[in-house]
Nanobody
């Protein structure tokens, strides 16, 4: 059974940085892929970043150049380094995973491609 547990959420001022972590277990497939999503209050969930098994990554246009997704398999942890945060990025951030195989890279930001989800971590950016 796949289990995902996020940590690292919190409050930060505009322009600041936060790093989210997602400890995972049960992902045994070599084709597994993982991603980060966020949900603004009253809005649908949107893809932020995804990483596939060969290390390729894809980012939403709104975060490209500021956010970095990485995966440490030795520590069974997925990370999202978020820099230059904006108040409008206040949201609940979710870690997600699937045993794959992945599709074309740009479609990895579609939440329908993921079977497993963490509980979410609140990120609040104040102005």
């Amino acid at each position: 059974q796949v289990r995902l547990v996020e940590s690292g959420g919190g409050s930060v001022q505009s322009g600041g940085s936060l790093r989210l972590s997602c400890e995972f277990s049960g992902l045994t497939s070599r084709t597994s892929y993982m991603g980060w999503f966020r949900q603004f209050q009253g809005k649908e969930r949107e893809g932020v970043a995804s990483i596939v098994s060969n290390g390729d990554t894809v980012y939403a246009a709104s975060v490209k150049g500021r956010f970095i997704i990485s995966r440490d398999n030795a520590k069974s942890t997925l990370f999202l380094q978020m820099n230059a945060l904006k108040p409008e990025e206040t949201a609940i951030y979710y870690c997600a995973a699937d045993n794959g195989p992945p599709g074309v890279l740009f479609r990895q930001l579609d939440d329908r491609r993921y079977s497993y989800w963490g509980q979410g971590a609140q990120v609040t950016v104040s102005s």
